[in-house]
């Protein structure tokens, strides 16, 4: 599988918004589950959103829920986590997987049993 191609990242105040996109290339996405993670030097790698594919299952970290929400773009090979209500401590390299549907989504997100990585995009929120 190609190297996923992550964009999006950028810096923004407190409140702000950004979007994340992650594109899938070389495979039949419907069979995957495509998640968002970020890492925070010193901290473990979180898993903040994960969907499948073919169903849009979801899963959101509980520092996610009500503000950020992940999506399919249509039938393009492309996730976006669109991200709201910006806080400082959302500040990370983020990062996103992909992997067949082989676990419950929630499982895959929990857990990162991603085989495919991207090479991280960074999110910076402050004043």
């Known amino acids: 599988q190609s190297q996923l191609v992550e964009s999006g990242g950028g810096s923004v105040q407190p409140g702000g918004s950004l979007r994340l996109s992650c594109v899938v290339p070389?495979?039949?996405?419907?069979?995957?589950?495509i998640g968002w993670f970020r890492q925070v030097p010193g901290k473990e790698r979180e898993g903040v959103s994960c969907i499948a594919a073919d169903n849009g299952s979801t899963y959101y970290a509980d520092s996610a829920k009500g503000r950020f929400t992940i999506s399919r773009a249509g039938a393009k090979n492309t996730v976006i986590l669109q991200m709201n209500n910006l806080k400082p401590e959302d500040t990370a390299v983020y990062y996103c997987a992909a992997d067949i549907r082989i676990y419950p989504v929630q499982v895959m997100c929990e857990r990162g049993v991603f085989g495919s990585w991207g090479q991280g995009t960074r999110v910076t929120v402050s004043a």
């Open positions: 070389g495979v039949t996405l419907d069979y995957y589950v």
